[in-house]
């Protein structure tokens, strides 16, 4: 397949997370390997199987105005606090048409798990309780999936189309994929790609207990999610998001951005097999992988580092280390990887915009985090780990991969180079 | 009944909280579109909360005849006498 000629480069960095209120501190704990898991103290906890998560560090409400964020599901907030995170440290001002910018060339591409799962929730108790004249005006256009994505449109008068992508926990890497497509293809010179979730609440929790998906040790909330450790159980629910400015090189270039890092492909598959277990040779991980490294122009050997998707569920996280090792054969072990699940637990529809923040920061400073809570690695995972301290990558060129999977069997593969 | 200017104050409040709009902006000659920004669905939640605090029915027909500030107190105090 012909290689797209135009170059895609990350210029703005925005992010709100279990482990940190915004990009700086989100780096710095998973540097020092911070769990951001803890117990819930939710009233509503006690009835549940599982009583443990990683709620965002800093509450939106925090950071925003109460009545904007009356008007915005708790993922459109996230969005709305990474969108303006991202576009400031890209060194835009004010809206596109302030900033210089042509609006016709600005997107947005902010991908959700689930969507606005609890103002549904919400708005169900008001028709329940109170009748259906209390149901909220708002209530669609909070809980409607394309929310954060519309909302950071509006904020940013991005016009060149906002688009969701929805693929479960692979939502978040497909929305870069969707945006470096974007771009490639002349359809934008700028797009903001990322993607929020904020589900922790009961129904939810409730569904992935049931579907055996989570860890229940809720006595050691920051030891729970361990990828790749013998003794793993399950995911932990996380809430956040992360958002970055991505830009034609050209365009970046000309305006003398500061770059992070390239985009330099991305690669995509189905594994068409069950729609919640993986497919147990890593097929479609597999072919995801070798499309991305086609796609951005890369050999297994250009490959420096991998950002897993490993969100500590026994199959998951043995069925990646079998895709990797077909890939990268004998060479695998010499490839560090780290699994940022183990400090943030699982965004869903933010997991795989986080984790290529982490991708991206990662080439850009040459370090890689390390992975928490891998105490006795699986027998049957054969990968170098990075674990306790982050590991120095190489100076000069390199090439790192992000994996993200979602239930239903989407694999997306993203290849960031160095810039 | 509330007079004129207890619903008028009990109306600001509604709206501050809903809009953020300083209470004290809230005056019967303010039109709720041109002066006080209010876009459809936050008059919805101003319409149901008013019905609420005030024990009133604004019916959904009604809502487009109520303007100004003093529109919905002069239905609000018809509707409550």
Known sequence: ?419 | MASTEEIREGLAEIVNEITGVPAEDVQLDKSFTDDLDIDSLSMVEVVVAAEEKFGVKIPDEEVKNLATVGDAVTFIEKAGS
């Open chain 1, 1 to 419: 397949m012909a290689r797209s000629q135009a170059r895609v480069v990350v210029t703005g960095l925005g992010a709100t997370t279990p482990v940190g209120g915004d990009v700086a501190s989100t780096w710095e704990s998973l540097l020092a390997g911070r769990s951001g898991v803890r117990k819930l103290t939710q009233e509503w906890v006690a009835d549940l199987p599982v009583q443990i998560g990683a709620p965002a560090a800093v509450d939106p409400s925090e950071v925003l105005p109460r009545v904007e964020a009356r008007r915005l599901d708790r993922s459109a907030q996230f969005a709305i606090i990474c969108a303006r995170e991202a576009w400031a440290d890209a060194g835009f001002t004010g809206k596109a048409s302030e900033a210089g910018l042509d609006p016709d060339r600005v997107g947005v591409v902010c991908a959700s798990g689930i969507g606005g799962l609890t103002t549904l929730l919400s708005n169900y108790d008001q028709l329940r309780d109170a009748g259906p004249r209390r149901v909220s005006p708002l209530a669609i256009p909070m809980l409607m999936p394309n929310s954060p994505s519309a909302n950071v449109s509006i904020e940013l008068q991005a016009r060149a189309g906002a688009h969701t992508p929805v693929s479960a926990c692979s939502s978040g890497a497909e929305a870069i994929a969707y945006a470096l497509d974007m771009i490639r293809l002349g359809r934008a010179d700028v797009v903001v790609a990322g993607g929020a979730e904020a589900v922790i609440s009961p129904l939810p929790i409730a569904a992935f207990a049931n579907m055996m998906a989570l860890s229940k040790r809720n006595d050691e909330p920051t030891a729970v999610s361990r990828p790749f450790d013998k003794n793993r159980d399950g995911f932990v629910l996380g809430e956040g998001g992360a958002l970055m400015v991505l830009e034609s090189a050209e365009h970046a270039e000309a305006r003398g951005a500061t770059i992070y890092a390239e985009v330099a492909g991305a690669g995509m598959s189905a594994d068409a097999h069950h729609i919640a277990q993986p497919e147990p040779s890593g097929r479609g991980v597999i072919t995801a992988i070798r499309k991305a490294l086609t796609d951005a122009g890369l050999t297994p050997e250009d490959i420096a580092h991998v950002n897993c998707h490993a969100t500590s569920t026994p199959a998951g996280d043995v069925a990646e280390s079998v895709a990797l090792n077909t890939v990268f054969g004998d060479r695998v072990t010499s490839i560090p990887v780290t699994a940022p699940k183990s400090m943030i637990g699982h965004l869903l529809g933010g997991a795989g915009a986080v984790e290529s923040l982490a991708t991206v920061l990662t080439l850009h400073h040459g370090l890689v985090p390390p992975t928490a809570n891998v105490d006795d690695v699986d027998d049957d995972v054969n990968l170098d780990i990075v674990r306790t301290t982050p590991r120095k990558l190489d100076d000069g060129p390199l090439a790192a991969l992000n994996d993200s999977f979602g239930f239903g069997g989407h694999n997306v593969v993203l290849a960031f180079r160095r810039a």
